[in-house]
């Protein structure tokens, strides 16, 4: 590859012959013009493609210096060159770097518009979807769609959709009419319904009858684009019935492509087409003769049961769901380990569809489900575990969801972290009672020997507080809050101390527990260690973000104050930070000024530690302003030189 980008004879042994390390580089330092000139015709490679990939940025140049006339006089050129030229790569990279450029003339009056965009750069992206290429002819299609998107709507039909119709209808590359499909949709939203009904659909509707199955399918795997478009009516009208006949194609590809494509039909159709149609070309799927339709089948069934949003769910369908997961009491011969998996990633999706009265349905299939022996399938009910609680609410979650959370709070800790990560959200749908119940689990959680279900639960401290009443945050909750807060790894006490706002309001309603909860942080400004002092500042910082200015005086203020004079240099610098950041909350303007504050300031900006002063002044102290600086020799030394 290397060779090939050098241009050189890969079979030439003739070191001589190698180019120098001189000859390879691209000088950056000349102007757009020069390395045109020095560069478009080069026999290297690398500077070629640099020279293309630095059009963008070349186009600005010469825009901002000589004018949009001048950058479209010196790049067109360029890219008439490079497009047949004889590398890959760098006809690829010219139809991604057209892409990036057609803006920049489009934006810069109709006559450089049609000039530049229509005429030359749009016809060079035409030209190289064609390409002999995969990788040039892929970039070209992308090029093509975003080059569309720009332009002026009276301008699809008569200089893009003549491109994407020589594709659709180019009988001689199978491979042409294959881009073509993916280019009706991929351009469905640029050419808008109007366009997609009288252009689009026709040419979709041959190409769904191709007798190659590459371009069916992609057809069928790029219908919903269109359908999306078009609406309800025409999609009845004219593609509904495509899609049904390329259910039954004769090639399996195709038909996993119309599995796959489901639930973009779906939900561009009407409800009654939905549950007559649609359902039953998913049984037909369902039931197909290939393993891979019918696990395709299977992937989108919990999707597709999401789109009955304004219409009842066919029992069926329920059926089908219900049927992927295996009860160990019975046969089944449509269970496989893929289908659990996404019966458990899409539950909560068909819960939140049939809503908390369609729980007896699907409760046994959620209780295998929480025991199956796939750690991934428990694993992704730990992590929906309170989207589905918030579905069922209050009752249903007591009656149904706790046995099911204290499990996964003993499983793997694969399982257990899912759990552990919404434990918040999921003890926001208890009633208090229960909740004042489950107080253990915080503890137990805290006590935990992993530091990462500890630092989970330190993130989400703030909202439990929120929770429970003062009294058993106080007696509870402050405890847990207390030993995170010396917990000896960094990453547990970080998140902590952000939940500190909350902490406070929840203990607003008792002021006696509340000043005791607050005169415990302000201990730490006490501390014989540093570190804990350090952390009174850390405390402080959080503070500043969360309180109001009166509350942070009032609670925190002194005991920072005092810090200032810490003899610790880490203690003072966060302590600057604290302050530093006090001057950067528009509520903190007159707290600030506040004579005690102002000396503090004055004091830390004048610290004998450089990165105390130069934190806060952004300058080192007198003593240091001169370091690293050369000065001038004297004595014997200096006169000998």
Known sequence: MSDLLWGVNSHDDDDDNEPRS??????????????????????????????????????????????????????????????????????QALVEQIAEIAPLFRNAGDEIYQRVVLQEMLPVVATLTTDSNPQVRQSAMEALVRVGAILDHSHIQPHLLPIVKSLAKDTTEEEHRVEGAQLLADLAEVMQASVCVSFAIPHIKQLATDPMFRVRKAVASNLGSICKIVGQEQTAQHLLDVYVNLTSDDIWGVRKACAESLVSISEAVTPEHRQDILTKAFERLAEDSSRWVRSAAFQVLGPFIATFVDSPVPENLLTYFKSMVADPTKDSNLSDSDNVAYCSFNFPAVLKTLGPQGW?????????????????????????????????????????????????LKDLEEVKVGAITHLAEFFGVLSPAVREEFLHVLDDIQKDTSWRFRKLLAKQLGDLSMLYSSDVVSDSVVPIFLALLQDTVVAVRKPLIKSLGKMIQSLDSTPEKRTKFVNQLRALATETHYQWRQLYAQLCLRAIEQLEPSVFQADFLAPLLSLAGDRVANVRFTVAKAFKRMTEIEKYAELKESTEVIEVFEKLKGDKDADVVFFLTGSLPPRLANYGVPTKKSGPMASSQ
Not at 383 to 407: M, N, R, Y
């Open 360 to 408: 007896p349905q699907l409760s046994d299939t959620y209780g295998l489900l929480a025991k199956d022996g796939q750690f991934k399938v428990r694993r992704s009910l730990s992590f929906s575990l309170h989207e589905v609680a918030k579905i069922l609410g209050t009752d249903l979650t007591e009656a149904a969801l706790l046995p099911v959370l204290e499990a996964f």
């Open 22 to 91: 001189e000859e390879l580089s691209f000088d950056d330092s000349l102007d757009p013009v020069e390395r045109i000139n020095l560069y478009l015709k080069s026999n290297v490679v690398l500077h070629r493609l640099h020279l293309v990939r630095d059009l963008m940025d070349m186009g600005r140049q010469l825009t901002a210096t000589s004018g949009i006339d001048k950058a479209a006089s010196n790049l067109m050129p360029v890219i008439q060159e490079l497009k047949d030229d004889a590398e890959p790569v760098i006809r």
